[in-house]
Every structure is written in structure tokens, then in C-alpha cells.
T-cell receptor
Framework: NAGVTQTPKFQVLKTGQSMTLQCAQD?????MYWYRQDPGMGLRLIYY???????DKGEVPNGYNVSRLNKREFSLRLESAAPSQTSVYFC???????????FGAGTRLSVL | AQKITQTQPGMFVQEKEAVTLDCTYD???????LFWYKQPSSGEMIFLIY??????QNATEGRYSLNFQKARKSANLVISASQLGDSAMYFC????????????FGKGTRLHILP
């Protein structure tokens, strides 16, 4: 009954450090997404992957890279973290009919 | 451009009363989908209900119903007989068909249920 699993749940970085947020889903979904959530801003799409082997930019891709490692896994990398990237990050996956998106529990990232 | 607007930043409602959370959307497309998600204080995003633009009946899921008025471009969430556990942030979202399965979210409404 795992659904979408994100790791880690919390992370504190110093400016300039790099890290990778991991996401895996066990629902056999083709599409996967990375969002960030900031106070008063709702969820904004960073990158998405409509199928294994493809990735595309969303609304706020600058400062991030992604890898769709296989159908299950979609990782988000911050190469050189900045304080503006302090946020809560959500991974989601969706089935292809109604595109109902199912979310992971989120990663709370602070960049000092 | 597509847009979702939730005009109520916060609402206070007495327990057991019905609640309507407003959502209006803007699109020139004919085929689209509308969603509501709940985010409790624990932070997870929980899917509540879905309405397709061609669905003739309003969607219902237990105590949740979606009041879909296509001509007015509104998709309000109605929660019947509210409970303390309904206190959360609620997000309206829209999928535009043919746009790589992306959806856009409104900024949310924070609902407080009072005992």
C-alpha cells in the first residue's frame, strides 16, 4: 500500500551544496511530476515526465535537474542549492485517463 | 492562459454545517478535468474528487460533491455535515487535455471547522 514514496522527509543544506530528492511509485503510472509548494503560492510544477525516458520543464525549472531512471523512479537534483529553493517538494504520479495525481508525503528542504 | 482562482483565503465554519469552497477557472479549451485536493496540517496532498468537462452529472464522493457550473466556469466543492477532521487547506486544480497531462493548482482555501 505504498503509493508514492519520497526520501528524505527533511533536509537542511548550506548554500552551494547539492542533493538529490528521490521518488518512487508502485502504481505502474506512466507520468510523474515534481512540484514545489511555497506559502501563498499553491503548488508549482518544476519538471514532469510523461513516460519513461522523457522529461520536460514545468513552470519553475531553473536551478533543478531531473532523471527518470525507470518507470518507477523520478529524481530531482539541486546542483547548487540557493536560499530561494527553501520549500516543500512534492512528487506525484498519475494514471493516463483522468490524470488524477497521487502525491508523496513531501520533502521539507531548508537552504541556509 | 489557463488559470484557477480560489477567492476565499480562509473560512471558519461550525461543525456539522455544510461548507462550500469556491473555485473558478479560465480556459478556452472544451475538454478538461477539475480536481479538489485536501492538505491537512500533516502536509500530505489527498485527492478528493474529480469532474470531467463532459460529465453531465455533478461528481460526488461520500460527503464531498462538486457543484459544476460549466457556463459560469465554476467548480465549487461542497462538504456536507462538516467534521473537525475537515480542517485543512483545500486546493482546486484543472487539467487541460492535450497538454502533456499537466495540471494547474489554485492557491488554496484554508478551512477551519469550529467545535
Amino acid at each position: 500500500n505504498a503509493g508514492v514514496t519520497q526520501t528524505p522527509k527533511f533536509q537542511v543544506l548550506k548554500t552551494g551544496q547539492s542533493m538529490t530528492l528521490q521518488c518512487a511509485q508502485d502504481m505502474n503510472h506512466n507520468s510523474m511530476y515534481w512540484y514545489r509548494q511555497d506559502p501563498g503560492m499553491g503548488l508549482r510544477l518544476i519538471y514532469y515526465s510523461a513516460s519513461e525516458g522523457t522529461t520536460d520543464k514545468g513552470e519553475v525549472p531553473n536551478g533543478y535537474n531531473v532523471s527518470r531512471l525507470n518507470k518507477r523512479e523520478f529524481s530531482l537534483r539541486l546542483e547548487s542549492a540557493a536560499p530561494s529553493q527553501t520549500s516543500v517538494y512534492f512528487c506525484a504520479s498519475s494514471e493516463n485517463t483522468k490524470n488524477i495525481q497521487y502525491f508523496g508525503a513531501g520533502t521539507r528542504l531548508s537552504v541556509l | 492562459a489557463q488559470k484557477i482562482t480560489q477567492t476565499q483565503p480562509g473560512m471558519f465554519v461550525q461543525e456539522k454545517e455544510a461548507v462550500t469552497l469556491d473555485c473558478t477557472y479560465d480556459t478556452s479549451d472544451q475538454s478538461y478535468g477539475l480536481f479538489w485536493y485536501k492538505q491537512p496540517s500533516s502536509g500530505e496532498m489527498i485527492f478528493l474528487i474529480y469532474q470531467g468537462s463532459y460529465d453531465e452529472q455533478n461528481a460526488t464522493e461520500g460527503r464531498y460533491s462538486l457543484n459544476f457550473q460549466k457556463a459560469r466556469k465554476s467548480a465549487n466543492l461542497v462538504i456536507s455535515a462538516s467534521q473537525l477532521g475537515d480542517s485543512a487547506m483545500y486546493f482546486c486544480a484543472m487539467r487541460i487535455d492535450g497538454r502533456d497531462d499537466k495540471i494547474i493548482f489554485g492557491k488554496g482555501t484554508r478551512l477551519h471547522i469550529l467545535p
